[in-house]
């Protein structure tokens, strides 16, 4: 995946964090417009697995700044597996806002 090089330095981090730890995420952010396409994270979460649809959540929410698309904490912590469970938890202990 190309990431668009006229991205601020956090938002090209986020894209990098994405590709990375959740590249299935990818399609619900337009990198070149700079933006989160909220309607497809809706979309997503309908079909997507458990928790593919909490990181799909947790992933706007750190975009957005906000917790708009209602991540929660205890259902992360009963149905995240180990992986998704570390990308959380390391952007606990380093949070970055693109």
Request: glycine content about 4%.
């Amino acid at each position: 995946m190309e990431i668009n090089t006229s991205l601020s330095s956090s938002q090209a981090r986020f894209a990098t964090w994405i590709e990375e730890e959740m590249p299935y995420l990818w399609p619900l952010f337009d990198f070149s417009k700079r933006e989160l396409i909220s309607s497809s994270v809706d979309e997503y979460c309908e079909v997507a697995s458990r928790g593919e649809q909490i990181m799909a959540r947790f992933a706007a929410g750190v975009w957005c700044g906000n917790n708009q698309f209602n991540f929660d904490f205890i259902e992360a912590a009963a149905h995240l597996d180990e992986k998704q469970m570390s990308v959380v938890t390391d952007w606990l202990k380093s949070p970055f806002w693109p």
